[in-house]
């Protein structure tokens, strides 16, 4: 019985140059861009922070239209010139969100110093108001991530009144903050918030 299967002849006429297909380039092959994937860029609204590795420093970007979850840390090598410069050298917020920062410092101080709790005090403010602020000002302290401020490194709050720093009574006593101040900044995160 035969089988169901045709059998094909292959033609042996075929003549190939073995020396010619040893010399082909993959590059004459694929000249062009690969087609399965593109680099998709997205814009960055604004640097977060900064971190320090083993080769140079890393940035915690906000991406523009991205909720903050989907913050990223990428390399110095991938920003541009101009973003480095606005993360450095922190542009003025709007008066508006400036005075606002500063009341919210004033309070957070007036309530410290009514406690009677020495424990830390925590102020929210928005991260690039509290760059803004304290942008070349302050010595490094010893604990790591802090910063040591004096009075005068708060000028740039300009509707803080002059008697900031201290709390008084009907009698004349009070408390007082004792300068440097040791301070750090946090980064919180909230979800559902873009």
């Not at 997205?42 to 991205?66: C, F, Q, S």
């Not at 406690?115 to 108001?129: E, Q, R, W």
């Not at 002059?162 to 995160?189: C, M, Q, S």
């Amino acid at each position: 019985m035969a089988s169901g299967r045709k059998h094909t002849k292959r033609s042996s006429n075929l003549s190939i140059d073995y020396e010619q297909l040893n010399e082909l380039s993959s590059v004459t092959l694929y000249d062009g861009v690969p087609k399965g994937k593109r680099c998709r860029l997205h814009e960055v609204e604004r640097i977060l922070t900064r971190r320090k590795i083993r080769h140079g420093h890393e940035y915690l970007l906000k991406w523009k239209g991205w909720p903050f979850h989907y913050c990223s840390w990428e390399p110095s090598e991938h920003l541009t010139p101009s973003l480095l410069r606005s993360y450095l050298k922190p542009p003025k917020p709007d008066t508006a969100r400036l005075e606002t920062a500063s009341r919210d410092f004033l309070i957070g101080i007036q309530t410290f110093l009514k406690g009677k709790s020495m424990a830390p005090a925590s102020i929210n403010m928005h991260l690039d108001v509290w760059r803004f602020i304290t942008s070349n000002r302050g010595i490094p302290s010893q604990h790591k991530g802090c910063t040591l401020y004096q009075k005068e490194d708060f000028k740039r709050f300009e509707t803080l009144p002059t008697d900031w720093y201290y709390l008084l009574n009907e009698f004349g006593e009070g408390k007082a903050i004792d300068f440097p101040i040791k301070a750090r900044y946090r980064i919180k995160k909230f979800r559902g918030l873009n």
